[in-house]
């Protein structure tokens, strides 16, 4: 632990003992809950009552995981427990497993697994694990994102997107688990893909990529989450970032770390034009301009990892890039309030080019939650790393 952290160990204390005071006490309201987003009352929604299968419905369980590694209160578990209950309705139906399946099974029955030893856990997300890797194309060398039909209009077989390298933590761990080395090895051929293709050569992404299915020879970029597909939707950004590291801690491939390391270093730049809270594009105009925390909340995650890797003075550089966005997140849209539910607003969903109502496009969402508590826990020195 550098300087960095401990010079703003006072800072680190007061924000964790309100997360902590305020989580505990929405852990039990919303215990039988998969939140996404919250009413104008401030109270969670509950995504097991319409979409019990969106790809979101794992952070929630996973915060509560990353709360009892840290506290070993029991409120946590119990509510991360139900969560993964709640979540075993999806193998139900095979059509609702996509790419996300990391997102989902990850965070919640692998660290159960991993928190708990609890076998039933394993074997949920190991099933999980095997879905993903099915998905792989041996002959393109990538992993496709969705199923037939998803977006009408789109070659949905030969679509990746950048999202895809945060669920590769799930085949890494399903290889040690299994020794079975050809989850890894998917994992691997995607993220060679991603550097090749998504990541441009200063550092910004593209979102989504297609790609000739025989080959995996690149064909175009379309639009998506951002601006235009030649934008930079920060978010997808903070995916490439985390993605490339969480690839670089399971592999120890230099060109992974050296990956993070440049992507790192476009979002840093960028936002510290905007007072280190990051716009939803670093390239949209203007007028289409909305903040997405939930951007800066993992890529701080991202950075706190990096420096465990890096020199000592990148190491600072890293952490101090960091704390700033975690402060601007804490100053500008965090809420300790404990009668409502959400912990960090001015999280965006979608911001494409058409989606002209800026003004809705703000709103609290369950993963800038998730972040802020995961990163809340690394500046802690705590060593569960989940992904
Ligand atoms: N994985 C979808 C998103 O980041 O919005």
């Known amino acids: 632990m550098t300087h960095i952290i401990t010079g703003n160990s006072e800072w680190i204390e007061s924000t964790w003992s309100k997360t902590d ?8 309201r919303s215990r039988f809950k998969l939140p996404y987003t919250v009413d104008e009352n401030g109270v969670h929604n509950n995504r097991n009552d319409d979409m019990h299968w969106w790809w979101t419905n794992g952070f929630w369980g996973g915060m509560m995981w990353l709360m009892y590694a840290e506290t070993k209160n029991e409120a946590y578990r119990l509510t991360a427990e139900e969560s993964c209950k709640m979540l075993s309705r999806i193998f139900e139906e095979f059509d609702h497993l996509d790419h996300d399946v990391g ?54 077989a030969n679509v990746t997107i950048i999202d895809t390298v945060m669920n590769l933590a799930l085949l890494y761990w399903a290889s040690r688990e299994t020794g079975n080395s050809a989850f890894s090895i998917a994992a691997q051929k995607h993220m060679d893909m991603v ?13 989504q990529v297609v790609h000739d299915g025989n080959n995996g020879a690149f064909k175009e970029a379309l639009p998506g989450q951002g601006y235009s597909a030649d934008s930079c939707w920060s978010r997808g950004l903070a995916w490439a970032i985390y993605g490339s590291l969480i690839s670089y801690v399971h592999t120890r491939e230099k060109k992974y770390l050296d990956a993070c390391i440049k992507t790192s270093n476009y979002f840093i730049a960028n936002t510290a034009k905007t007072d280190w809270l990051p716009p939803a594009d670093f390239r949209a105009p203007k007028e289409y301009f909305a903040y997405d925390s939930t951007a800066s909340a993992c890529t701080a995650c991202a950075l706190l990892e990096l420096a465990k890797h890096v020199s000592v003075p990148e190491a600072e550089m890293y952490e101090s890039a960091a704390i700033s966005m975690l402060r601007a997140i804490d100053e500008k849209c965090a809420n300790y309030d404990e009668n409502t539910d959400y912990l960090v607003g001015l999280g965006t969903e979608r911001c494409p080019r058409e989606d002209v109502d800026r003004s809705k496009a703000e709103m609290p969402i369950i993963y800038g939650d998730f972040f802020y508590v995961e990163a809340m826990l690394k500046l802690r020195g705590n060593q569960f790393f989940i992904w």
Do not use: M
């Open 103 to 156: 997102f989902i099974w990850h965070l919640t029955e692998a660290a159960r697994s991993r928190l708990t030893g609890e076998r039933t856990a394993r074997s949920a997300a190991l099933l999980a694990a095997a879905s993903l890797s099915s998905r792989f194309n041996p002959c393109g060398n990538f992993i496709r994102a969705w199923n037939e039909g998803t977006w009408p209009g789109i070659d949905c």
């Open 21 to 28: 005071s305020k989580l505990c006490k929405v852990a039990v």
């Open 195 to 207: 550097l090749e293709q998504h990541i441009r050569p200063d550092g910004s992404v593209y979102h």
